[in-house]
Nanobody
């Protein structure tokens, strides 16, 4: 059983920064990729960024380029997402996902609210 647990969400003022973290634990043999998606109120879940565990490559949706940075600590099976210059439209539940041993797992999500 593999679990992904996110942390770091909260209430942030516009223009601020936030760092989200996700730890994968359990019976893990090989991590292929870990990343983040988000779901804003009334909208579908959308992909944000992912990190290829094998190549070190990073991929971002167009709306995330420039303000979002994904990084990892492979020794701790952790992926982080740094979000700068937060905007109200970044308000969403952010979900961590990981492709581990051929299966995609999802975390429970962490709420990010951008408001003054």
């Amino acid at each position: 059983q593999v679990q992904l647990v996110e942390s770091g969400g909260g209430l942030v003022q516009p223009g601020g920064s936030l760092r989200l973290s996700c730890v994968a634990s359990g019976s893990i043999f090989t991590i292929y990729a870990m990343g983040w998606s988000r779901q804003a109120p009334g909208k579908d879940r959308e992909f944000v960024a992912t990190y290829d565990w094998n190549t070190g490559g990073t991929y971002y949706t167009d709306s995330a380029k420039g303000r979002f940075t994904i990084s990892t600590d492979k020794s701790k099976n952790t992926v982080e997402l740094l979000i700068n210059s937060l905007k109200s439209e970044d308000t969403a539940v952010y979900y961590c996902h990981g492709t581990i041993d051929g299966t995609t797992y999802w975390g429970q999500g962490t709420q990010v609210t951008v408001s003054s």
